[in-house]
């Protein structure tokens, strides 16, 4: 999955990228992941 990157000036901005978007990547996941939970648990019927 992961290319070895050489030590070039380059290479250590694209991985800082890389690595930048894939966190992005995922806390976008997540938070969609608890508005998903959020908003089920607002319209679905209450428990008595």
Same mark, same amino acid.
């Given at each position: 999955?992961? !290319? *070895? &990157? *050489? $030590?070039? !000036?380059?290479d #250590?901005? %694209?991985?800082?990228?890389?690595v930048?978007? =894939?966190?992005? &990547?995922?806390?976008? *996941?997540?938070?969609? %992941? &608890?508005?998903? =939970? $959020?908003? !089920?648990?607002? %319209?679905?019927?209450?428990? #008595?």
């Amino acid at each position: 999955m992961y !290319v *070895c &990157l *050489c $030590n070039g !000036v380059s290479d #250590k901005k %694209f991985a800082r990228q890389s690595v930048s978007f =894939i966190r992005n &990547l995922s806390n976008n *996941c997540v938070s969609l %992941f &608890l508005w998903e =939970i $959020n908003a !089920v648990s607002a %319209f679905a019927p209450r428990a #008595k």
